[in-house]
């Protein structure tokens, strides 16, 4: 039994793309590891270098959401567009809170 050269091809193509989905999803750029590296001052085109484009652009905040699992970054810029400050969630609406009771966002 031969499989025609079509159908063939529609394989290939599908287990190609397949491929970079899952390679695409290894190098996610937005993660928790990534926006540690982020600093008071930071350009906003050096953010968007380590975190990729935001899923929202409100005034001069940048918002980065992840789905599932969820997580979320609000990058906060001063009118030259450095950053002023950060700050990460794992839920809707309360930014997460460490040990001395400031938000990671603190730089």
């Avoid at 290939?12 to 793309?17: C, M, S, T, V, Y």
Wanted: charge should be negative; include cysteine.
């Amino acid at each position: 039994m031969t499989i025609s050269k079509t159908i063939r091809c529609l394989l290939l193509a599908a287990i190609a793309l397949n491929a970079a989905a899952c390679t695409m999803s290894l190098f996610r750029k937005f993660d928790r590891q990534r926006y540690e590296t982020l600093y008071h001052g930071q350009p906003y085109y050096a953010v968007e270098d380590t975190l990729g484009k935001p899923t929202e652009i409100d005034e001069r905040q940048w918002i980065y959401t992840h789905e599932s699992p969820f997580y979320r970054a609000v990058i906060t810029y001063d009118a030259d567009g450095k950053l002023v400050n950060k700050e990460w969630f794992l839920t809707d609406d309360e930014p997460e809170v460490n040990p001395a009771g400031e938000t990671p966002a603190s730089d």
